[in-house]
């Protein structure tokens, strides 16, 4: 079956510290990847996404690179800001369900001053 | 404008009522869905719309009901819930199926 296996959180990181989020996958076919981040009392936000292997995909200083040999799909930040609080979440697009996003429990990340 | 729209932000309701929640995107997306979202948990897929016709119901009881009036707007009505059914509703759309998805800030439900 599908499903998405993220790192457990909390995470907690000192402001300016790198921040890696782990996400692999299982998916049938060859999905979109994508991170979604929700900030507390919020809806989700699209942070960053990649459609084929080896594509980078990047937006506000994170990056993600999909790694299809590993089906893998890790986020990364190189210095975390206190606004970057929030859960993030991992989430293939499985094309033969219909566009079905699968999502990773998600990873609440903490930066602490 | 690269807004999905949910109205209302808030909703209490009883067991016995009947109400409906609203999503609205004027960016032009053939493809619109629910998601249900508990407390520290990801969001779940609820329906799916393509081109105003429902194409995924995942096994969602009758209580809840979609309409997909139009292209831009998509309504959840909701009839005898039970305070189990108490979450973040979330309304997304895409231009298609199989690209990305936008979402709404979502309708926290609490029923009572």
């Known amino acids: 079956g599908n499903s998405v296996t993220q790192m457990e959180g909390p995470v907690t990181l000192s402001e300016e510290a790198f921040l890696t989020i782990n996400c692999t996958y299982t998916?049938?076919?060859?999905?979109?990847l994508f991170w979604y981040v929700q900030y507390p009392g919020e809806g989700l936000q699209l942070l960053l996404k990649?459609?084929?292997?080896?594509d980078k995909g990047s937006n506000k200083g994170f990056e993600a690179t999909y790694r299809k040999e590993t089906t893998s799909f890790h986020l990364e930040k190189g210095s975390v800001q206190v606004s970057d609080s929030a859960v993030y979440f991992c989430a293939p697009m499985i094309y033969n369900q219909g566009g079905k996003l699968i999502f990773g429990q998600g990873t609440e990340l903490s930066v602490k001053p | 404008d690269t807004e999905v729209t949910q109205t209302p932000k808030h909703l209490v309701m009883g067991m016995t009522n009947k109400k409906s929640l609203k999503c609205e995107q004027h960016m032009g997306h053939r493809a619109m869905y629910w998601y249900k979202q508990k407390a520290k948990k990801p969001p779940e897929l609820m329906f799916v719309y393509s081109y105003e016709k429902l194409s995924i119901n995942e096994s969602v009881p009758s209580r809840f009901s979609p309409e997909c009036p139009n292209s831009s707007l998509l309504n959840l009505h909701l009839h005898a819930l039970q305070p189990e059914d108490s979450a973040l509703y979330l309304c997304a759309s895409s231009h298609n199926p199989s690209t990305e998805a936008f979402f709404g800030q979502g309708t926290r439900l609490t029923v009572v």
């Open positions: 998916a049938t076919g060859y999905p979109s």
């Open positions: 990649a459609t084929k292997a080896d």
